[in-house]
């Protein structure tokens, strides 16, 4: 089997099968513009916001568990006193 080949063929497959569920194929030419661009607005905005929440909630996270195992983080008063 050969990577090269296979590859562009399995895409090209798989946006078949995003037309075929989307029933864009029906679409007139600026219909799809219009509904692609959008597609690719939100999974744009998807993507970032799941980077943005993600590396928050990542973080809230292991503070958390280093609070769990022993390593609290320090209060900002007693830094202060």
């Known amino acids: 089997m050969d990577v090269k080949r296979s590859t562009p063929s399995y895409l090209y497959w ?7 569920i ?14 692609y661009s959008f597609n690719l607005a939100m999974a744009g905005l ?11 909630h ?8 280093g609070s769990f195992l022993g390593n609290p983080r320090e209060n ?3 830094v202060v006193k």
């Open 76 to 78: 900002a008063l007693s």
């Open 14 to 20: 798989l946006f078949c099968q995003f037309e075929l």
């Open 46 to 56: 998807l993507l970032y916001t799941a980077y943005v929440c993600l590396a928050f």
């Open 22 to 35: 989307t029933c864009s194929y029906l679409m007139e030419p600026w219909e799809k513009v219009l509904f």
């Open 58 to 65: 990542l973080s809230s996270a292991f503070q958390l568990l």
